[in-house]
């Protein structure tokens, strides 16, 4: 074969069966969402003795809750567009490497004041870890499958919720809460040195940039692709600052829809795990049995995030994302009138993760088919900048409204309604035509609003 053999790159994921190295870099990327997973279920779980060794007052957990977060809604944005411009690759181990570090030194923390800033620090990692890996696995996904992988992608954050729920339950009752940060902070750096030598940079970034033409070629043996050819893609490369293009050519109100479902979804996850042990020890379940609680919150996430793709495939956005949001929000509001038995709350939990899940998974699958792969790190990192400032803006809300007396029932019936307000813009995205309304719709590359804009760019 000579150099002037030209392959799409479209094409040829698309029609070939994913292959063994392209299964490799799926659980790579997912490796990183288990252990965002694994982290964000930690510090609510170890909360109870951080107030303790702190001698902090039990409403300032909503601000430790969201060090992390913040830490993370700045850089998602930043590190995306960062990432569409040298290499999804990169950034990631740089953010995966910030995130240990930051998580192992939150074992060292001393104050109110160090514990936010390694809060802030692992926050920041996370943050832009999230829309790297995300792009970067959907570059090598059949376009046909690109939503049922991404949902299967994130399916690992609540694996390591549930994993590490259960895992601390253990430690908790062994060690002090500093094991849990350790343990915590150091797996990330040995994932770190991992994606460094095994995972591949996105084939399309490459192929993108005549620069990049030797390793993209290292990329193509590595998959068992022809190496001697000149790749190409389909897809519209976009001219100028990637940010802007979010809000251009027709984008702006999907976009903006979408981004408000990120919110309202991320911001009922965020309680639900960094609140709920707090809740339900103030109903009388022990900080080891909360522990359970939360791990089953991880289970029902897990199921929900999991199958969501295929029903977002199947059915489309608005009837897979609406009923689950609407279930989540009844689920929400009721957890607060069943948290005095472990069981009941338990069951309660489960339901948040399983359909509040199905609605956070499910938006992140509509970014991934809304943006074209030019974007699509600034486009994903955007979208969960936004349900990251909803993790934020959630758990300070619950502190402030402890703060003023309301019960743990009160708090989730107002917390209820962010999945609500997440389902009622979905409907108003679906009434507009910005989503696929059917299944057959949902395997373009993005949906029909989005996609007629392309000519003009």
């Known amino acids: 074969m000579g150099h002037s053999d030209r392959i799409n790159l479209s094409t040829l994921i698309d029609e070939r069966p994913i292959g063994r190295m ?22 609510g779980v170890a909360a109870p003795f951080i107030v303790d060794a702190l001698k902090l007052d039990k409403s300032q957990l909503g601000f430790v809750f969201s060090a992390a977060v913040l830490g993370g809604v700045l850089s998602a944005m930043a590190l995306g567009t960062l ?3 040298i290499g999804r690759k990169r950034v990631l181990i740089a953010a995966v490497t910030l995130f240990g570090i930051g998580t192992l030194a939150t074992a060292l923390a001393s104050s109110l004041g160090s514990l936010l800033a390694w809060r802030a620090l692992a926050g ?39 994993t590490g729920g259960f895992v601390n339950s253990t430690l908790i009752r062994h060690f002090d809460w500093h094991v849990i940060f350790i343990v915590g902070g150091v797996l990330p750096l040995v994932l770190a040195v991992v994606l460094a030598i095994w995972l591949p940079e996105s084939i399309r970034f490459l192929a993108a940039r005549h620069a990049r033409q030797a390793a993209l070629a290292r990329v193509a043996t590595r998959f068992g692709w022809p190496a001697n050819a000149q790749y190409l893609f389909d897809d519209v490369r976009v001219e100028g600052a990637p940010f802007r293009m979010l809000f251009a050519h027709g984008r702006a109100k999907a976009t903006a829809f979408l981004s408000l479902t990120f919110f309202m979804a991320f911001g009922t996850l965020a309680v639900a ?30 199921i929900g995030m999991a199958i969501v793709g295929r ?46 899940g199905v609605g956070a998974s499910g938006a992140i699958a509509l970014a991934v088919l809304v943006y074209p792969t030019e974007v699509r790190s600034t486009g994903v990192g955007w979208s969960m900048g936004i349900g990251r400032l909803g993790q934020v803006v959630a758990p300070i809300v619950t502190g402030e409204l402890i703060q003023h007396g309301f019960t743990s029932a009160q708090v989730l019936l107002v917390i209820g309604l962010a999945p609500a307000v997440a389902a009622l813009s979905v409907i108003v995205m679906s009434a507009a035509r910005m989503l696929p309304l059917s299944g057959a719709d949902t395997v373009r590359a993005v949906p029909p609003v989005i996609e007629e804009n392309h000519a003009k760019l």
């Open 273 to 302: 795990v960094l609140w709920m042990p707090v809740l339900l020890r103030a109903d009388g379940i022990s900080t080891a049995d909360t522990a359970i609680v939360i791990g089953f919150h991880g289970l029902g996430a897990l």
């Open 124 to 162: 920041v990692g996370l943050g832009g870890a999230v829309p790297c890996f995300i792009a970067l696995a959907s570059e090598y996904a059949p376009r046909r499958r690109r939503a049922t992988i991404t949902s299967l992608l994130w399916a690992a954050f609540p694996l390591g919720g549930m």
């Open 83 to 85: 990432a569409d411009r």
């Open 311 to 356: 029903l977002v495939e199947r059915f489309g956005g608005a009837r897979t994302l609406v009923p689950a949001l609407l279930v989540g929000a009844v689920a929400t509001a009721a957890t607060g009138y069943v948290g005095s038995s472990v069981v009941a709350a338990s069951v309660a939990v489960a339901m948040i993760g399983v359909f509040v």
């Open 22 to 43: 392209q299964i490799a870099t799926f659980i790579l990327c997912a490796s990183v969402a288990f252990l965002d997973g694994l982290d964000s279920q930690s510090i």
